[in-house]
């Protein structure tokens, strides 16, 4: 199969551009993908069942709410992937190597996790007044977000930056939950970032996702 020549959107530029050229609210997907550094996503738009569309990248706490806000306009469905539902070639071509010059970056590292979100686990709804961190809790606060068994899902943990101390976990849905999640955290003064596998021991993420055996590693 020939490889596309796809439009690439550089989110730091806008993220009001014109994304689609065709599909609608059937047909129309979003991947998220983690990549290095975890302050940043790649996100490939497609049409059912796999025809790529478009490839956009940005960083997580400035583009990332206001991308899903825009994809939700356009009526598509936006998932987070460990490694979507497309050829390999495109996902490691804009995952791995930005087709821009100024940027260098890592592949990701670590194996996903893969896992089901734990029933223990409570869901995050934006309230106002009722913050995520207690007042005077943590001067160095991160959230790490990662993918799970359902891409419709996602876990956050936020930690104490630098320690294993989770301070609370929550789950929630990618389309309706993650742009707030980003923009609370960051009000609050925490780093978000993006990650196939938290840095965190597994007994500490065990507690918050249960493995899914029948996933083998990439």
Known sequence: MD?????FHDLEFSTEDHFWTGGDATTRRVYLMPVSPPSEFVAFGALVPSEPCFVAR?????HLGPFIERMARDDAKVELHEWPPL???LVKEYASNPPWEGHEVENPTGT???GMVRSSVDTY???PGTPLWTPGEAIRRSIFITPVKDASELLALGVLTGTDTVVFSKKGTVQGA???LIAQAVNEGAR???HTWPPLPKDVLHL????VLDTPPR
């Open 3 to 7: 490889k596309p020549d796809l439009p």
């Open 58 to 62: 940005g960083r997580v706490e400035q």
């Open 87 to 89: 050829p390999d070639w």
């Open 112 to 114: 996903p996790v893969r």
């Open 125 to 127: 709804e934006p309230v």
């Open 178 to 180: 993650l742009g707030a």
């Open 192 to 194: 978000v970032e993006l």
């Open 208 to 211: 918050y996702l249960e493995p």
